[in-house]
């Protein structure tokens, strides 16, 4: 009964537009001194424990290395390269867009900065190259949502401080994945593009490509740092988070030069603004979380889904089509801060393995990003192509077909998230 409660408050706030932290607090201070017998002095201390949770330390940093890389030129040294890559092919620019993205993935974690940072350079220059406005704001959108599957990822971060998982094998587990979204995605815009006669560039001469990855080699070479470092055992993945906002700090202010030292507290300031409203969120999704536990639901769930008898491929089914369901009306971190402590015991109870699940659901939350009403790379990307949101909706569900298909196969495909952890780490 108490378990009905929680969930109906949580669902009239949400309805009722109050923000999804909020929400998710109300909804658990309500129920607890209503219904539950849990004290005020319990939720509180559940909600600041969840603040000292080590591992989320990382949030913070990360942020911080992503909004340095965002302020200064480091999207717009990424774009000249892959332009040097892959422009001189026909659709090269939206190819070049897509690489960029992957790129600056790798060194943000974060998908709405990645819209920002690559589509505020790229967007415009395929208007002026004879793209539609349509298709570059789909292009953008949709490689936009690699920001949370290819390492560092904020969501992976989440995900494994819940469930205890190896942050570290996370990371190195999306790497496989969003080189095969990324594939896919290249093919599709070569099929659209020989099919619409898209533009092409100029090839760039053996010389500028050199230049162009001389001068993206520092942004790159973050992903080295973090990678390199966690798998060579040199520091923890929150011990990399610091080190990738210090080094994001130093290539920003002293190698390019994008960000002067009086420019650095507006920085601190954006990146605070941002981890703050992430905690926020994070610490009151803990508190339902433990009231859920509290409440036995998950182990409710696990007997009543175990009971069914469904299969392994059924229950991966009808956890994508729960996770696609939230994913709609909420953000990323909200839904593996809900869903994580239901489904984990039961994927658990059936041998799937934790790292595939958790890529199974970062996997899932990137069409989260892209889907109506609540995808926040749509209203990301409406701002930054100035289009209306419902033109920004009609121009990236087509691609939304490419996303669902990686989905199915990295779902009944275990060895895409798998092989290249067990391959380094064992």
Request: aromatic share 10%; proline share 5%; net charge neutral.
């Amino acid at each position: 009964m108490t378990a009905l409660i929680l969930i109906s408050l949580l669902f009239l706030f949400l309805f009722a537009g109050v923000p999804i932290a909020v929400s998710l607090g109300l909804a658990s201070i309500l129920t607890m001194l209503l219904f539950g017998d849990q004290t005020i002095l319990s939720s509180s201390q559940k909600f600041f424990h969840t603040m000292h949770v080590y591992p989320l330390l990382a949030v913070p940093f990360f942020i911080l290395a992503g909004t340095f890389m965002t302020t200064g030129g480091v999207a717009r040294r990424m774009v000249d390269f892959a332009n040097a890559l892959v422009g001189h092919y026909r659709g090269g620019l939206a190819m070049a867009a897509l690489l960029a993205s992957a790129f600056f993935a790798a060194v943000s974690g974060s998908a709405p900065a990645t819209v920002v940072a690559v589509g505020s350079v790229m967007i415009v220059g395929m208007v002026k190259s004879g793209y539609t406005k349509g298709f570059a704001a789909g292009v953008i959108c949709n490689a936009g949502t690699l920001g949370i599957l290819i390492p560092p990822s904020l969501v992976m971060v989440v995900y494994g401080a819940i469930t205890e998982s190896s942050i570290g094998r996370l990371f190195i587990a999306g790497i496989l994945p969003g080189i095969v979204l990324t594939i896919a995605m290249m093919i599709t815009i070569v099929v659209i593009a020989r099919k619409q006669d898209l533009p092409r560039q100029e090839r760039a001469s053996f010389k500028v490509l050199i230049k162009a990855f001389r001068d993206a080699s520092w942004g790159l070479m973050l992903i080295v740092i973090i990678l390199g470092g966690i798998y060579a055992g040199i520091f923890t993945p929150t011990e990399a988070a610091a080190v990738s906002a210090v080094y994001a700090f130093f290539i920003a202010t002293f190698i390019y030069k994008d960000i002067g030292l009086n420019d650095v507290p507006a920085v601190l300031i954006e990146a605070g603004k941002i981890t703050v409203m992430l905690m926020f969120i994070i610490a009151n999704a803990s508190m339902f979380a433990f009231l859920l536990t509290t409440e036995q639901i998950p182990q409710a769930a696990s007997e009543l889904i175990v009971g069914l008898g469904l299969p392994v491929w059924g229950f991966l089914i009808v956890l994508n089509l729960l996770l696609l369901a939230a994913g709609n009306f909420m953000e990323p971190t909200s839904v593996i801060l809900i869903l994580t402590p239901i489904v984990f015991p039961i994927a658990m109870e059936m041998g799937i393995d934790p790292i595939h699940l958790g890529v199974l659901m970062v996997v899932n939350m990137q069409i989260g990003l892209v889907t109506p009403p609540v995808g926040l790379n749509l209203f990301v990307t409406a701002g930054v192509a100035r289009l209306t949101l419902e033109d920004t909706i009609r121009a990236a569900l087509p691609w939304l077909l490419v996303l669902l298909g990686v989905l199915m196969l990295i779902t009944f495909v275990p060895w895409i998230s798998l092989v290249i952890p067990t391959v380094l780490l064992g």
